[in-house]
């Protein structure tokens, strides 16, 4: 089985200080990674995602994730937050020769001016 | 090239009556998952389909709830008798032939209130 732990429900964070959103997950396989971000009323957006190769990943808006294997963690960052990155964000996880995603509960970012 | 487009946005319904919620994947997609998303408990998967298939039905109620891929026409979602609890926000997402390593594009969902 697979699955995947978001273990901060809310983050704070000033503008222009960096973010960590934290993520592990457990699959059997080789794991399929994932961030979304989801703003009010609205559907999930895609991120970014890590399937092979270099553990820092790039994603949009200026977000990033590392893939640490041997802690099995997939962290989303930022170097300096925005106002407007204030929303939910969930990691997700595939394992690799499977098709459906299992995700976290989410994590509400908050950046304040 | 649209997204993936669910309708209706917000749908209300009396105890006992049935919802259908309609999901049109990207062009190009054919596979479909459905999903459920109450507060504070995230995203849960439950069915995922390709046209004419159920896959992966694996996370759908037993009972009441049903889903289809037909070969024409959008996907739908169908609850029967629907309970108080069924309220939530229902999201379709697609994904290409490919799978795998793509990432699925989600459509803005089907808010359900049940009253």
């Known amino acids: 089985a697979q699955s995947v732990a978001q273990p901060e429900d809310q983050v704070n964070v000033a503008e222009g200080n960096p973010l960590t959103v934290k993520c592990t997950y457990s699959v059997s396989g080789n794991p399929y990674l994932f961030w979304y971000v989801q703003y009010p009323n609205r559907g999930l957006q895609f991120l970014l995602k890590?399937?092979?190769?270099?553990?820092l990943v790039k994603g949009s808006y200026g977000f990033e994730a590392e893939f640490n294997k041997s802690q099995t963690s997939f962290h989303l960052k930022k170097p300096s937050a925005l106002v407007s990155d204030s929303a939910l964000y969930f990691c997700a996880v595939r394992d690799g020769g499977y098709s459906t995603l299992t995700f976290g509960k989410g994590t509400m970012l908050l950046v304040s001016p | 090239n649209a997204g993936v487009m669910q309708n209706p946005r917000h749908l209300v319904r009396r105890r006992g009556q049935e919802a259908r919620l309609r999901c049109s994947p990207m062009k190009g997609h054919s596979h479909v998952y459905w999903y459920r998303q109450l507060p504070e408990e995230g995203l849960k998967f439950m069915v995922y389909?390709?046209?004419?298939?159920?896959?992966?039905e694996s996370g759908m109620p037993k009972e009441r709830f049903s889903a289809e891929f037909p070969k024409e026409g959008p996907s739908i979602l169908r609850i029967q008798q629907v309970v108080r609890g069924d309220s939530a926000a229902y999201f379709c997402?697609?994904?290409?032939?490919?799978?795998?390593?793509?990432?699925?594009?989600f459509g803005d969902g089907t808010r359900l209130s049940i009253l």
């Open positions: 997402a697609s994904s290409p032939e490919l799978g795998g390593d793509q990432p699925q594009h």
């Open positions: 890590y399937i092979t190769g270099d553990n």
């Open positions: 389909l390709q046209k004419e298939n159920i896959i992966d």
